[in-house]
């Protein structure tokens, strides 16, 4: 009897023996008990296969980035946090060595000791404490923004076909108030004849968004968009001492914005991936990219939207950059996404409810097979605890483990305001970020034509497309290409875009969520 129930025991622990360099989650957990000689880990090479944190709310998943974090910052590797609840930045500071970490850290069989690490600390456009990050409109791009604004499908192609007008009329699209102007320009007396020259877009549509614009503007949003726009390489830094700079996104004071920071984490993500270049398999990562609240990206997505996040997710592995989602349930994520995921952190699930059952088995049915009873370890994991999966320095899923976690070496919870506003205030990026500024753009281009006259065209060589007096059905062509596809579509079109401080003109494309490319 001892013998079978040591046997799945050792095939578990023997599954994450790996030889190379490796990141300590915890110690296996099996029979009720924790097994410190069965340490539960995960190779640093395969960080940028993508992961899935997940569990109810209390069980621990801030804790379990936090844990990672560190160790990805100690193995030199620069790590993004979003922190939704504002008690992340204490990875800035050494822990506290109480009495619940000094146990946790004999039962897992860590050696523990407090240290801080490198932290940078955001916050979008500068609401909240943080380094004011920003992006621009252009660059932000219309499925983006389509979904901040939640937009249907027609009309976000229609705003699609906005931006394109803008492009080809040499109206820079920095602010939310640019945008606006050249909505209201071509829903105008002045403009009307200029949106006849827009094949698929009706007066109504034009309409619809210039409200959904205002609407967003008067809810606050206006602070995010503008320069100078924050140049995303800036997250690959590391410190003077060789460790992975840490760069934490305060959201606590717009967290009930959630569709907005959710979609511009996104936008930090498409901005790196058209960056950065290709770099295959390597012994560690160039950025691993923690993205909380993950399933605020999926609630009332376009089919494009959808797919511009599969493709990302699934490309982006070979710019050497890991994406971890963090959510509840493994169902709020899209099974075409959950597919790319290769590792899985699950803490605690709860089953009060027959909906709750229902996600449970979902769950479990998730997972490799194993000698565990799932439902009954899932419902039964206690804080700091979870149910793991991750690919082996071969590729293949290793085994599942109950697991124990080990404890953060940093603080568990947020350092106080003073000491925040001083690393903020003392970063090499403060002066480059901090002030806003607002340069001529589309707004100031439209107030000052007096006349009421069309934008100058710009000289690009393409004639304005057919007007045929009707709005495009949905996937309908029109000639050739559809001019919809042409301007929602990758790569397609150019215009000219200016960036932060005096590095004006730099020639960018739309990438797969619409969004610039900047060439540097």
């Known amino acids: 009897m001892a013998e079978s129930t040591a046997q799945p025991e050792q095939n578990i622990a023997s599954g994450y023996a790996f030889a190379g360099a490796a990141l300590d989650l915890g110690a296996l957990l099996w029979d009720g008990k924790c097994l410190p000689e069965a340490p539960i880990r995960i190779p640093l090479a395969m960080l940028n296969r993508h992961g899935l944190v997940a569990g109810a709310t209390g069980t621990g998943k801030t804790k379990t980035l936090q844990l990672l974090a560190e160790q990805l910052s100690t193995n030199g590797v620069p790590v993004f946090l979003a922190d939704i609840k504002g008690d992340v930045s204490g990875i800035s500071a050494p822990g506290a060595a109480d009495e619940r970490v000094r146990e946790r850290a004999e039962q897992v069989g860590q050696t523990w000791t407090a240290e801080g690490f490198p932290a940078e600390f955001y916050a979008l456009g500068g609401i909240g404490p943080g380094i004011p990050l920003r992006a621009t409109v252009t660059s932000f791009g219309p499925v983006l923004l389509?979904?901040?604004?939640?937009?249907?499908?027609?009309?976000?192609?229609?705003?699609?076909?906005?931006?394109?007008?803008?492009?080809?009329?040499?109206?820079?699209?920095?602010?939310?108030?640019?945008?606006?102007?050249?909505?209201?320009?071509?829903?105008?007396?002045?403009?009307?004849?200029?949106?006849?020259?827009?094949?698929?877009?009706?007066?109504?549509?034009?309409?619809?968004?210039?409200?959904?614009?205002?609407?967003?503007?008067?809810?606050?949003?206006?602070?995010?968009?503008?320069?100078?726009?924050?140049?995303?390489?800036?997250?690959?830094?590391?410190?003077?001492?060789?460790?992975?700079?840490?760069?934490?996104?305060?959201?606590?004071?717009?967290?009930?914005?959630?569709?907005?920071?959710?979609?511009?984490?996104?936008?930090?993500?498409?901005?790196?991936?058209?960056?950065?270049?290709?770099?295959?398999?390597?012994?560690?990562?160039?950025?691993?990219?923690?993205?909380?609240?993950?399933?605020?990206?999926?609630?009332?997505?376009?089919?494009?939207?959808?797919?511009?996040?599969?493709?990302?997710?699934?490309?982006?592995?070979?710019?050497?950059?890991?994406?971890?989602?963090?959510?509840?349930?493994?169902?709020?994520?899209?099974?075409?996404?959950?597919?790319?995921?290769?590792?899985?952190?699950?803490?605690?699930?709860?089953?009060?409810?027959?909906?709750?059952?229902?996600?449970?088995?979902?769950?479990?049915?998730?997972?490799?097979?194993?000698?565990?009873?799932?439902?009954?370890?899932?419902?039964?994991?206690?804080?700091?605890?979870?149910?793991?999966?991750?690919?082996?320095?071969?590729?293949?899923?290793?085994?599942?483990?109950?697991?124990?976690?080990?404890?953060?070496?940093?603080?568990?919870?947020?350092?106080?305001?003073?000491?925040?506003?001083?690393?903020?205030?003392?970063?090499?990026?403060?002066?480059?970020?901090?002030?806003?500024?607002?340069?001529?753009?589309?707004?100031?281009?439209?107030?000052?034509?007096?006349?009421?006259?069309?934008?100058?065209p710009a000289t690009d060589g393409k004639a304005p497309p057919e007007d045929t007096g009707k709005e495009a059905p949905q996937g309908s062509p029109r000639g050739e290409d559809s001019l919809v596809e042409q301007v929602v579509g990758s790569g397609v079109f150019r215009s000219l875009a200016r960036s932060v401080g005096t590095q004006l003109g730099r020639e960018i494309t739309r990438s797969l969520f619409g969004t610039s490319r900047r060439r540097r």
């Open 146 to 456: 389509s979904k901040v604004l939640q937009l249907n499908q027609t009309q976000e192609q229609s705003l699609g076909l906005i931006f394109h007008y803008a492009d080809t009329k040499g109206l820079e699209l920095v602010d939310l108030k640019d945008l606006r102007a050249v909505a209201a320009f071509l829903v105008s007396d002045a403009g009307k004849a200029e949106l006849k020259t827009i094949g698929g877009l009706s007066t109504a549509t034009a309409g619809v968004i210039l409200r959904s614009l205002t609407a967003f503007e008067q809810q606050g949003a206006a602070e995010f968009f503008g320069e100078p726009e924050f140049d995303t390489a800036e997250l690959l830094r590391t410190a003077p001492d060789g460790r992975g700079l840490v760069s934490v996104l305060e959201l606590a004071a717009v967290r009930e914005k959630p569709q907005l920071f959710s979609t511009f984490l996104m936008w930090l993500l498409a901005d790196l991936f058209h960056d950065l270049p290709e770099v295959g398999d390597s012994d560690k990562p160039k950025l691993v990219f923690f993205l909380d609240e993950a399933h605020l990206l999926f609630t009332g997505a376009s089919k494009a939207f959808l797919e511009s996040i599969t493709q990302t997710v699934r490309l982006i592995r070979s710019k050497g950059v890991g994406v971890f989602l963090v959510t509840q349930t493994p169902k709020d994520v899209p099974s075409d996404v959950l597919a790319q995921l290769g590792n899985r952190v699950q803490h605690a699930l709860r089953a009060f409810t027959p909906e709750d059952a229902k996600a449970l088995k979902a769950t479990v049915r998730t997972f490799p097979k194993s000698p565990y009873d799932l439902e009954e370890v899932l419902t039964g994991l206690g804080t700091g605890e979870a149910v793991i999966t991750v690919l082996s320095d071969r590729g293949a899923p290793t085994p599942v483990a109950a697991t124990r976690l080990g404890a953060p070496r940093s603080l568990m919870g947020p350092i106080d305001a003073a000491a925040l506003e001083s690393a903020v205030k003392s970063s090499p990026l403060y002066g480059r970020y901090a002030e806003a500024i607002d340069r001529e753009s589309a707004y100031e281009k439209l107030s000052a034509d007096a006349t009421g006259a069309a934008p100058t």
